[in-house]
């Protein structure tokens, strides 16, 4: 600990120079700019200056002066070690960075330098949104990306994405053209992107478009694309991953991504797997406006639960989870490896039993893949070690179970394989040696089993009957001096040391025993002293406890080092176990969601018989009602228009089509009876008329910045879906917006489209579009209420039903009458028949308030009465009342 920690205030008078602390502070400091220092002071990280400004207001503790520095306070603040992790996770949650400079040296040894000195400090490690690695700092369904963008003006790829997940090791590259690149920065959704000043300059505005991600601007150098080549041979073996099979671009991105992650781990290993090379056109392509209104991974709010994820998201495992995660943010655009996951899933929906209980066995498999990261940084502790035996064994479990059954999918077999071949031995070597419920770290001992070493058993034992020596020593001591109340007791300043009450310590003074008894310390009610044999029996526990300490570390290490000996199996393991918990829990999903086995091909198809929407599905149905099914027939570049009342359900109908596309191709049975698909290369889906006011574009201008993308980008395999686009701006302007969309959706891009509108106008297309069709949503009146029957139906809605869902809404019934009025004026006049004009209405005079309804209020009083819910006493209250209420009405 250092010893003068707060001497910065000690030593700095106002008009002193710079203090040895001081100087040592201001230059970590300066070797890390854009990162909050934590400076380890003693039991705190201090943060000193505009640190602790920034620090105090977000984690809303108490900001202190402390000291002078250039004849100015120093304002400073701090967090406990012990409570540091979580302040850590807040600022990082806000975006922050955070440097945790340690002390790196024994404070004795700066005191051998002089009473003076510093104790020397470091950064040991720089905490940023993109690198952590700890798992209470850590969503553990979520993944954690770390992405670097590199930019080239001239050759092989405009930009180039590596991206990595520091906590399970998962790393990617790929080469991305500029227009895609926001598609792909969508779909990875760093937490922190690391960029050049001029590539996040030549980003523009976009870059805001990337909402919660941390934007990091780093020098240029870090993404130099030779220095990259030596950077990647310096991390994986040349036999893994060969630098010159990337482009320069890709190059360039990945070793900047290696060597910031270096840097923020100060000098331990980079333990990244080798990368996968993507290739953006073997995904499907949605945008970040398509994800958002899908509600994909989160629903705009920013939730999983309600979400498309959180909707179908059965794994039992976080690691399933997060592979499930990246495989719905990225559905696949090829038909082969499409139907080779769903025929894995259709084999688990077939065998349910065995299903179930491969879910069962999952359950009992840990995440190791984070445990194994942490062991590979040195961060790790006996509970990563445990957890790798565990899942381990879980492995070799599941193996077996998969070998039971027959004509496995290949998938499925080379899964069972793959876990067949887990590190049996490895796992029996850990459980040998690990107690069952070990500590986090391993710094404190006890967590090797008894019996497993010998010469750790004999120091435990030593120091065991060494405290039998000691109750036996309290005896002999309490008989020798006839103090029955003297006691043998323990504290971390003392040690160990005898305890008599304060009244009888004096005793212990005289000379009879002054030459045993050593006086320690005087308290109110007790005086404690020590004796030379049981100053001698504390050296001997200490002794037993330091060396029984040293051979568990030693243990320890030798476990690490056998299981990063194993990491590649280990990954491997990790990656079966995660890939059959996706399957298994899609197949379950499939049985007890009733979904389907969907077609996927070549073909321009898109024919679902009764879809439904998963999520609204579920709302719908925990409230009792039942989902209304759907058809939808868009093969061969269909475009449907769908009219319909308000509320009727036309939304929900839309994006029900684009979810199961996604879900179809992501390798998921699908929410419908039938569902043939030719396989969609990218999903756009719109909803007319939001704004973006921290973008500086308004609700219009959104509207139709999304529209020119998708006519700029949709190809003939493209899935559109337009809800209600052109209703932002003035009625004939939006309508004549709209109809040319269409137009040119079915004339030039051909693609397979949904598009809702509430211009009924638009219905006409029909007669001149050979492929566009009317639907409708169908509603059904009675006594004047609209009842809403979520039925699609062929033709077109002759009106909206506006006014019928305001007054579900609540609108007042003047508001309301007025509005019907309203309405038939117009609806008369744009039928042409005798000319009510606009003008004629006498537009800002209200209508008188009907008057209201007549109600005797000793009828209204009868009818709210429930006598059964009546005490005699109540009963009695309200004989009074209602005779009152007679009085009132006879008087009026
Ligand atoms: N197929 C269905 N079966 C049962 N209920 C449905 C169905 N479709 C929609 N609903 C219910 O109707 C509500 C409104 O649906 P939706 O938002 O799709 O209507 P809409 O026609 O798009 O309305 P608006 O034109 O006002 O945007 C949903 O929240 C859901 O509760």
Known sequence: ?????????????????????????????????????????????????????????????????????????????????????????????????????????????????GSKSVVKRDVVRLVTPGTLTEDDLLPP???????????????????????????????????VPAEALMDELARIAPAELILAPATAEALGTLGQALGRVVLSKVEPDLFESRKAAERIGAVFPLAEVDPTAFSRAGRAALGA?????????????????????????????????????????????????????????????????RLLARRLAAPLAQPDPVNARLDMVEALVEESRLCTQLREGLKAAPD?????????????????????????????????????????????????????DAPAGLAEALSAALDDSPPLSARDGGFVRAGFDAALDRERALGTETRGVIA??????????????????????????????????????????????????SLANAMRFTTPELAELEGAIARAGQAALEIEAAIFSRLVAETLAQTDRLRATADALAELDVTAALAHLAGTRNFCRPEIDD????????????????????????????????????LWLVTGPNMGGKSTFLRQNALIAILAQTGSFVPAQRAHIGVVDRVFSRVGASDDIAGGRSTFMVEMVETAAILNRATQRSLVILDEIGRGTATFDGLSIAWATVESLHDETRCRGLFATHFHEMTALAKTLARVSNHTMT?????????????VAAGAADRSYGIAVAKLAGLPETVLSRARHVLAALEQRSSGTPAIVLDDLPLFAHAAPPPKPDVNPIDDMLDRIRPDELTPRAAIDLVYELKTLRDAARRS
Not at 161 to 167: E, F, G, I, T
Not at 383 to 397: E, F, N, Q, T, Y
Not at 779 to 791: A, D, I, K, P, S
């Open 1 to 113: 600990m250092d010893q003068a920690p707060f001497d910065i205030a000690q030593t700095a008078p106002a008009s002193a120079a710079v203090t040895p602390m001081m100087a040592q502070f201001l230059e970590i400091k300066a070797i890390n700019p854009g990162y909050l220092l934590f400076y380890r002071m003693g039991d705190f990280y201090e943060m000193f200056f505009e640190d602790a400004e920034i620090a105090a207001a977000a984690l809303g503790i108490v900001l202190t002066r402390r000291g002078k520095h250039l004849g100015e306070d120093i304002p400073m603040c701090g967090v406990p070690i012990h409570a540091a992790q979580d302040y850590l996770r807040k600022l990082i949650g806000l975006g922050h960075k955070v440097a945790i400079c340690e002390q790196v040296e024994d404070p004795a040894e700066a005191r051998k330098r």
């Open 141 to 175: 369904r979520e993944a954690n990306y770390l992405a670097a963008l590199s930019m080239l003006r001239h050759g092989e790829a405009d930009f180039a994405l590596a991206w990595a997940d520091v906590s399970t090791g998962e790393t990617a590259v790929a080469d």
């Open 257 to 321: 991504l290696l060597a910031y992650v270096g840097e923020s781990q100060k000098g331990a290993p980079v333990a990244l797997r080798a990368p996968a090379a993507e290739r953006v056109a073997a995904h499907m392509a949605i945008d970040l406006a398509t994800r958002n209104s899908l509600e994909l991974l989160t629903t705009q709010r920013g939730e999983v639960r309600g979400s498309l994820l959180g909707e179908i998201d059965c794994c039992v495992t976080p690691p399933g989870s």
């Open 368 to 420: 190791l893949t984070r445990g194994l990261t942490r062991l590979a940084l040195d961060r790790g502790g006996p509970r990563d070690l445990l957890s790798i035996a565990r899942a381990v064994g879980a492995a070799g479990a599941l193996a077996e179970r998969l070998a039971g059954a027959d004509a496995l999918p290949p998938g499925l077999a080379a899964i069972a394989r793959t876990l067949g």
């Open 472 to 521: 036996a020593l309290q005896a002999r001591l309490g008989e020798e001096t006839g103090l029955k109340s003297l006691k043998i007791r323990h504290n971390n300043v003392l040690g160990y040391f005898l305890e008599v009450p304060a009244a009888q310590g004096a005793r212990l003074l005289e000379p009879e025993h002054r030459d045993i008894f050593i006086h320690r310390q």
């Open 603 to 638: 073909s321009l198809a898109f024919a679902i018989e009764g879809g439904r929407h998963p999520v609204v599905e579920a709302m719908v149905s925990a409230a009792g009602q039942p989902f209304v099914a759907n058809d939808c027939d868009l093969s061969d570049a269909g």
């Open 779 to 791: 509603v059904r009146e009675w006594e004047g209420e609209v009842v809403f029957l979520h039925e």
